[in-house]
């Protein structure tokens, strides 16, 4: 993998020289993008001796080159047509994943045994981890890393980040539960068995807040196995005083504990953010 990595990055270095006509290039783009697609190779993963997010920055590129490479096509599916540099994925079946018509996944995407897809889309890069759901009108955007055990709720929108090729995407944990309406874009972290509310907003420039102190735990990163609503705080301004959002932590669960949506419900009645 190691002399694969370096043929990409040469590859780079001379990427304004490039083209559809290239085909020893795509050649070998195309070895890296069936290594994504496989889930023999990630995009990211997460350091577990420091935490920290890792990025296979050699992988994102051949992700950039390929788009270079590829020349537009015409697919027609049944009685779709569709117009694209990239095919979508085939082979579910024996892959073990649930796909519900509607819902479509980028080769280079790679969907673990036991996703289900209802209708919904996944883009090239990403990884869908076992056993997770992907409900209606959800998007997991270029090289988003879902852990297992996801719910995706309906309408979740999960951004994806492909330039620049060193930048972390987003990553959600195992066993986490994103409501509907979410939107976790530019690098946001989700921590394992973490619950986000409806319509909960995340990114690295919202500041996520302990409801018990005060404390802010950082931004844009939620802590395993906490409860996040969306919220806002007042800030003053030379214009006025105006409220910014913010992602405040309403509960600690222990680890491994699952949290059922009447007992979320029950946790948002008890803070007053709830019907």
């Known amino acids: 993998m190691a002399d694969l990595a370096s043929q990409i990055e040469e590859l780079w270095s001379r990427v304004g020289e490039l083209g559809p006509a290239d085909a ?40 950039l080159l390929l788009f270079r490479l590829r020349a537009m ?15 979508l994925k085939t ?24 996703v289900i897809l209802m209708p919904s889309y996944v883009n090239i890069g990403a990884r869908v981890g076992a056993d997770t759901m992907v409900d209606t ?10 852990g297992a055990r996801v719910h995706l ?20 944990g195992d066993d986490a539960n ?16 973490a619950v986000l509310a ?3 907003i995340l990114n690295p420039t919202i500041p996520v807040i302990d409801a018990a102190t005060g404390d802010e735990l950082g931004r844009g990163v939620v802590p395993p196995w906490s409860v996040a609503v969306g919220a806002s705080r007042r800030r003053e301004f030379p214009g006025g005083e ?7 932590v309403i509960k600690r669960l222990e680890p491994g504990e699952r949290h059922d949506k009447a007992q979320l419900e029950a946790a948002l009645r008890e803070h007053q953010v709830g019907p």
């Open 153 to 172: 709720a309906g309408g979740v929108g999960i951004g994806g980040v492909l330039e620049p090729p060193n930048a972390a995407p987003v990553m959600v």
């Open 73 to 87: 096509e015409t697919a027609e599916l049944g009685p779709f047509e569709y117009h694209d540099k990239l095919p």
């Open 242 to 248: 105006f409220f910014l959002p913010c992602v405040l």
């Open 24 to 63: 020893d290039a795509l050649g070998v783009v195309t070895q890296a993008i069936d290594l994504l697609d496989r889930g023999e190779a990630r995009v990211a993963e997460v350091d577990a001796a420091t935490d920290e997010v890792v990025v296979h920055s050699w992988l994102k590129t051949a992700i």
């Open 137 to 146: 009108w959800a998007t997991v955007g270029s090289c988003a890393q879902i």
């Open 178 to 193: 994103i409501g509907s309406r979410c939107m976790v874009t530019q690098g946001a972290r989700v921590g394992d068995g």
């Open 198 to 200: 409806e319509g909960v």
């Open 91 to 114: 082979g579910y079946k024996s892959a073990g994943v649930r796909v519900v018509p509607g819902a479509s996944a980028r080769w280079g995407s790679f969907l673990d045994r036991g």
